[in-house]
């Protein structure tokens, strides 16, 4: 894969790993994102990574709070967690945006997801009412919240979907998306799937690989998965398949390159098939390796697998 162009203003690594911006202001992620889809679990994962946490500070706060990390020589990656019950929390996150670039600041956003199915059933869990429900059903309360935090969403320069995970795979999606050397300009997130388990939220490429014959109906491969070798063999002893990644990576190359240009630092890339364990699977794997260069670091997940 030719290696894209860098981005016009990279980061400088910052001594302890973290990246400085413009006059030493530290790298600054702002996380977001719906109530019960793992906030508290992602703050964990961050601060375990050496990230300083500031939890539910109102937006109009944010400013202030990146000044008083940039005069600090102990701070260089900070995260400010925001809640959309904050009262006029959109305008004043806009304005904070705004206000953080005029500073020189660099601000992520990191918005954490998951479908309603999932939200109500954690919610049911806990026994607690959504935060925006009232009088309402719970469900009335997620889908305020989520037309309250549509605009954001779209923006969001990293989607993070919990659907169907535990919290330990979602701190290890975390730790891998957010942890890691300063070199990689560009971190890929490349996650095999089973469409009948639905979409993954957070894809931004979505790839179909049930045009691939199925190993499922070979009964000696069927207890196997795309990990291991004599899966990954009869997919990629499809010409189709081979083919398929050179064509893939031929039509991500201009968009890579777009993405470093625009200085976006995360994307996800979805693989599917049919239960997300044979084809996808082996897929994904192979497509990670070729995306991969010095400045393009790339994720695997299996998100399905195990799910049969």
């Avoid at 019960?36 to 709070?65: I, K």
């Avoid at 535990?166 to 490349?190: D, E, F, W, Y």
């Amino acid at each position: 894969m030719t290696e894209p162009d860098q981005p016009d203003h990279p980061d400088t690594p910052a001594a302890t790993g973290g990246t400085l911006g413009q006059d030493g202001a530290a790298e600054l992620i702002i996380l977001t994102g719906m109530s019960g889809a793992g906030r508290s679990t992602a703050v964990h994962a961050m601060e375990d990574l050496g990230w300083y946490v500031v939890d539910n500070l109102p937006p109009r706060m944010l400013p202030h709070l990146a000044d008083l990390a940039r005069v600090s020589d102990e701070v260089t990656r900070l995260a400010a967690v925001v809640d959309v019950r904050t009262r006029g929390f959109f305008t004043d996150f806009t304005e904070a945006l705004t206000t953080l670039r005029e500073q020189g600041h660099s601000p992520r956003v990191v918005f954490v997801d998951a479908s309603d199915e999932s939200l109500v059933r954690r919610f049911e869990s806990v026994r607690r009412p959504h935060p925006l429900q009232g009088d309402g059903r719970l469900l009335d309360g997620i889908q305020e919240e989520r037309r309250r935090l549509a605009d954001l969403r779209s923006q969001a320069d990293l989607l993070v979907d919990t659907s169907g995970i535990n919290v330990h795979q979602l701190t290890a999606k975390v730790r891998q998306m957010l942890g890691g050397t300063a070199s990689a300009r560009l971190r890929i997130a490349i996650v095999s799937f089973g469409f009948k388990y639905g979409v993954p939220l957070d894809a931004d490429t979505v790839f179909d690989m049930r045009f691939l014959p199925n190993p499922y109906w070979i009964p000696e491969l069927r207890g196997h998965t795309g990990m291991e070798e004599a899966v990954a063999d009869y997919v990629f002893a499809q010409p189709e398949a081979g083919e398929f990644i050179e064509r893939a990576v031929d039509l991500m190359e201009p968009m890579l390159a777009g993405y470093l240009k625009e200085g976006r630092r995360y994307i996800t890339v979805a693989v599917g098939c049919t239960g997300g364990k044979h084809r996808s699977v082996a897929v994904a794997e192979r497509l990670a390796t070729a995306l991969r260069t010095p400045v393009i670091a790339t994720l695997l997940f299996h998100r399905d697998l195990g799910r049969e």
